[in-house]
């Protein structure tokens, strides 16, 4: 059974469906026995760092992510959430990564929010078994990852960011599978099968 964080955030029956594509009918729960029973888990989001970390704090979902020991993937703000801090509201976050998430700074000719199709490289995570070098994705943020020692693919807007993090049984991707045609249906079906 794949469950999905129950939480303050948009996005999570993007996930929901793109999961049912593939043949599975996940769980979308906030109930910690739940969580923990559940062979993987998706922690998807679109929102804001430090209204949904109070959301999950209050709701003991912090610590339930954190003792997680099945395969555990989060999806853009679900994986600034796993870094140890954000500056999106000036936040403590979860500490999986030891890492921070930045603003983009603003630069002529850059949009913020980074929006669109942009191509992953430097591939390093079980997730990307049938993955290619240089495939498109879909962003859509304001606040990224530096790389770090846990960066498992990188995009360049302009400068390289962490379009992927890996550690222990802790993936996450900055950009949305759920929203990145064929190859997001491959990265989801990659963390289906861990």
Same mark, same amino acid.
């Given at each position: 059974?794949?469950?999905?964080?129950k939480?303050?955030?948009?996005?999570?029956?993007?996930?929901?469906?793109?999961l049912?594509?593939?043949?599975?009918e996940?769980?979308?729960?906030?109930?910690?026995?739940?969580?923990?029973?559940?062979?993987?888990?998706?922690?998807?989001?679109?929102?804001e760092?430090?209204?949904?970390?109070?959301?999950?704090?209050?709701?003991?979902?912090?610590?339930?992510?954190?003792?997680?020991?099945?395969?555990?993937?989060?999806?853009?703000?679900?994986?600034?959430?796993?870094?140890?801090?954000?500056?999106?509201?000036?936040v403590?976050?979860?500490?999986?990564?030891?890492?921070?998430?930045?603003? /983009?700074? &603003?630069?002529?000719?850059?949009? $913020?929010?980074?929006?669109?199709? @942009?191509?992953?490289? +430097? %591939?390093?995570?079980?997730?990307?078994?049938?993955?290619?070098?240089?495939?498109?994705?879909?962003?859509?943020?304001?606040?990224?990852?530096?790389?770090?020692?846990?960066?498992?693919?990188?995009c360049?807007?302009?400068?390289?960011?962490?379009?992927?993090?890996?550690k222990?049984?802790?993936?996450?991707?900055? /950009?949305? &599978?759920?929203?990145?045609?064929? $190859?997001?249906?491959?990265?989801? @079906?990659?963390?289906? +099968? %861990?």
């Amino acid at each position: 059974m794949i469950a999905i964080v129950k939480y303050n955030a948009g996005n999570i029956y993007s996930v929901v469906h793109a999961l049912r594509r593939l043949g599975v009918e996940p769980l979308v729960t906030d109930d910690v026995e739940t969580l923990h029973a559940a062979d993987k888990v998706i922690f998807p989001g679109v929102g804001e760092a430090s209204t949904t970390m109070a959301y999950l704090q209050a709701k003991g979902l912090d610590r339930t992510i954190l003792s997680l020991k099945q395969p555990v993937l989060g999806i853009c703000l679900g994986m600034q959430l796993m870094c140890r801090y954000s500056h999106e509201g000036g936040v403590d976050c979860l500490g999986i990564f030891d890492t921070e998430v930045k603003r /983009f700074e &603003p630069q002529p000719g850059l949009k $913020i929010p980074h929006m669109g199709w @942009n191509q992953i490289y +430097r %591939l390093q995570s079980p997730l990307f078994a049938s993955t290619r070098e240089n495939d498109f994705v879909y962003f859509v943020h304001s606040y990224y990852v530096p790389l770090c020692d846990h960066t498992a693919a990188v995009c360049d807007y302009p400068t390289p960011f962490s379009a992927a993090l890996h550690k222990d049984n802790f993936h996450a991707t900055q /950009f949305h &599978p759920e929203k990145s045609g064929d $190859i997001g249906s491959r990265i989801l @079906n990659e963390f289906i +099968r %861990l």
